[in-house]
């Protein structure tokens, strides 16, 4: 049984990098044997988080739902833009409200996470991704792998076929993903 990948982008601006490196990676998931799908943070319309906002009118249902389609997963992959040398307010806010919400699976003690990040600058979003890292895994308790893939000089790392050009970055992207669909299936086959 292929184990279920979800790969995503914390930014939903039309053309964002962060969102090409979540299409090129589902390629990738698909051509590794893992059930992929990418899903979009602009079908989960959230306020900005509010402990009194949480208290009055409780968990959004738009937050429910990603909870639960994140639990879903054996495996994800995120992709984050990086905002002055850290994770976007649009992605903080998402895992904020997932995390308040209660579903079958906790999405981030359940599936495996991986990590991409972009950007036009030469780190590539490094600084994010550490800042990512941190919240999922120290904050979450996720199970974050290791390696991560990010990807400097962004506006001209695709091809026309939507897949990175550079053929060192796309080996450490199939390696880091590999890895992903590894261990999600061996937690999938632990569960099943």
Known sequence: MAPKILTFAGSTRHGAFSGQLA???????????????????????LPIYNGDL???????????AL?????????????TP?????????????????????GPRDPFKG??????ASSPGAMGGYRAAMMLRQVLALGLGALVLGGQ?????????????????DERLARLLRGVLADLVAEAGRRAAARA
Do not use: C, M
Not at 56 to 64: Q, S, T
């Open 67 to 79: 909870n639960a389609r994140l639990g879903a997963a054996d495996g994800i992959f995120v992709v």
């Open 149 to 165: 893939v990010s990807i400097g000089g962004a506006g001209q790392a695709f091809g026309e076929d939507g897949r990175l050009k």
């Open 111 to 116: 599936p495996v996470w991986a990590i991409g």
């Open 82 to 102: 990086e905002y002055n040398a850290g994770v976007p307010p649009l992605l903080k806010n998402a895992i904020d409200w997932a995390s308040r919400a209660r």
């Open 23 to 45: 299409a090129a990676a589902l390629h990738e998931l698909a051509e590794l044997g893992a059930e992929a799908e990418l899903l979009s943070l602009a079908d989960y319309d």
């Open 54 to 64: 949480e208290t009055e009118a409780g968990v959004p249902e738009a937050a429910v």
